[in-house]
């Protein structure tokens, strides 16, 4: 586990400077720069140059990148391009919002998906095990913002039960968070319990089927001690790999979920940084997304040494 630790704690400066050179090269594909933005349709070539040496958008991109890198290495992730607000702090203001949601997505993932696919592997072929597996199936197809609109369409327009939109900070008042957060992370992890439950369906189906499963039947241990003591925790190995994909899954669609319900996180700050061509705050916002996918391997990674001894020797 150790191992595990610092051979991914080595890795994720590398991760990190890898993918800043990526995202920043990328955002100069797009035409146009933040110097129209600011401009405006109206504004002619000279204004528009000016305003480019202005923020430094005339040098060469390897200048420029480089002079981000040196900031970033001391903290400083640089300032928006378009209201000179501090990227650190507008990362901080809402990248909590999207973590909760995300969060509150993983665990509607788990709470369905993991007991409906035990359920299905402790009977298989049976009619539950038929159900489980065609309702996972239909429920995989699902996009998530599709399922955002039909949710606020049945229970907040017409059972007016939840908001439809709008976010409830948990330090504020936790009662109005869970509100806010509810519908969102129903929608975001619907599909995610889907493929959870298929696989754990099929893992729960081969370990219920192996040989020291079935030497225990024949030893007379009852029948709810081996799926405690045995079968859950040798079945849970693939269903966590999965969950580790499927949470880098969500992080990305949580950024489509918070514009359904008009969420303040990520999503609609690297939406506005992308059409302003505001590439500070852009790759400042998708560094942090880029951050919490590499920690989220690392959990992962640990959580699965911890239920395999040999994962720990590899």
């Not at 203001?93 to 696919?117: I, K, Q």
């Not at 957060?181 to 893992?203: D, E, F, H, W, Y």
């Not at 003591?229 to 079945?235: D, G, I, P, S, V």
């Amino acid at each position: 586990m150790r191992k595990v630790l610092a051979e991914r704690l080595v890795s994720l400066p590398l991760v990190v400077l890898a993918m800043s050179a990526v995202i920043f090269g990328i955002t100069y594909l797009v035409p146009g720069d933040a110097a129209e933005s600011v401009a405006g349709v109206q504004a002619d070539a000279a204004q528009v140059a000016r305003l480019r040496q202005e923020m430094g958008l005339d040098a060469p991109l390897p200048s420029q990148y480089l002079s981000w890198l040196l900031d970033a290495v001391r903290g400083d992730l640089g300032r928006s391009l378009i209201d000179g607000a501090p990227v650190a702090g507008t990362i901080a203001d809402r990248l909590p919002v999207t973590l909760s949601l995300t969060v509150a997505g993983a665990v509607v993932a788990c709470l369905l998906g993991v007991p409906v696919g035990v359920m299905a592997g402790l009977r298989p072929r049976t009619l539950w095990d038929r159900a489980a597996t065609t309702g996972a199936s239909i429920g995989v197809a699902f996009p998530a913002f599709w399922l955002g609109l039909i949710l606020v369409a049945i229970f907040s327009l017409r059972l007016g039960w939840l908001p439809a939109i709008g976010y409830v900070p948990i330090d504020a008042d936790p009662a109005g968070w869970l509100g806010s957060i509810i519908l969102p992370a129903v929608a975001l992890g619907l599909t995610p319990a889907a493929a959870l439950a298929r696989q754990m369906r099929n893992s729960m189906a081969e370990v219920m089927g192996s040989d020291y499963v079935r030497t225990a039947h024949a030893k007379g241990m009852p029948r709810a001690q081996i799926v405690r003591r045995h079968a859950l925790r040798n079945a849970a190995g693939p269903v966590v790999t999965q969950l580790g994909f499927w949470v880098a899954i969500m992080l990305g669609t949580s950024l489509i979920v918070e514009q359904v319900f008009s969420l303040p996180g990520i999503g609609g700050a690297m939406s506005n940084a992308i059409m302003q061509h505001d590439v500070p705050l852009l790759v400042g916002l998708a560094l942090a997304l880029v951050v919490i996918v590499v920690l989220v391997n690392l959990v992962v990674d640990l959580f699965l040494s911890a239920l395999n001894p040999k994962t720990r020797q590899a």
